[in-house]
């Protein structure tokens, strides 16, 4: 059972170039989030959808975009990076009844 | 902003002793959980503790709530050099359209010294 797979682990950018980040989870989890990690920040939701076909935004949403096609995947696209976009991106997924989260062990991305 | 915030920033303490984290955070809630994180890893559910609870307990982990000074506690008892990692609290609004969503606080990063 391997949880929540995210991948990349590790990419850089360069300005203005486009990325996709893919999550996949294998719990038939309903429920997926895209959230940020910055020093002395905390995290930060990104986007998130509440099942195939639905999505939301978060906190900090600009500059990103996302998709969950299947249930089991949720990608994170950057259609244009910027340097403020330099971070790791951990993607987190739970069930309807069960509310703790389960975490992917993150992407980190520099974008020079 | 419902956002959690822990206390201390940095706990520094010696294997054998126990550790103790705040959490304060400012609207209502439906439930409270704590998260730990390895340097470089994912985040890692620890406890959840629910509104209408007072203090829940899971091994060496020790966690109370306070919801009418909108508080938290955990309590990492016994620690171990292992234990060393940064700890959140993240809060689940009641109701609305939040649909689950969960607000972290910025950590507080325990080192365990053997």
């Known amino acids: 059972n391997a949880g929540v797979t995210q991948t990349p682990k590790f990419r850089v950018l360069k300005t203005g170039q486009s990325m996709t980040l893919l999550c996949a989870q294998d719990m038939n989890h309903e429920y997926m989030y895209w959230y940020r990690q910055d020093p002395g920040m905390g995290l930060r939701l990104i986007h998130y959808s509440v099942g195939e076909g639905t999505t939301a935004k978060g906190e900090v949403p600009d500059g990103y975009n996302v998709s969950r096609l299947k249930k089991q995947n949720f990608l994170l696209g950057l259609e244009s990076a910027a340097p403020s976009q330099t971070s790791v991106y951990f993607c987190?997924?739970?069930?309807?009844?069960?509310?703790?989260?389960?975490f992917g062990s993150g992407t980190r991305l520099t974008v020079v | 902003s419902q956002q959690g915030e822990e206390d201390p920033q940095a706990l520094s303490i010696q294997e054998g002793e126990n550790a103790t984290m705040n959490c304060s955070y400012k609207t209502s809630i439906n439930n409270l959980q704590w998260y730990r994180q390895n340097s470089g890893r994912g985040l890692v559910h620890l406890i959840l503790?629910?509104?209408?609870?007072r203090e829940k307990h899971s091994g060496r982990l020790r966690v109370t709530l306070d919801t009418s000074k909108k508080s938290s506690s955990l309590l990492i008892t016994a620690s171990r050099a292992a234990d060393t990692a940064s700890y959140f609290c993240a809060t689940s609004r009641e109701g609305g359209s939040t649909l689950g969503r969960l607000y972290f606080g910025r950590g507080t990063q325990l080192t365990v010294w053997p």
């Open positions: 987190a997924s739970r069930s309807q009844s069960i509310r703790g989260y389960t």
């Open positions: 503790i629910r509104s209408n609870e």
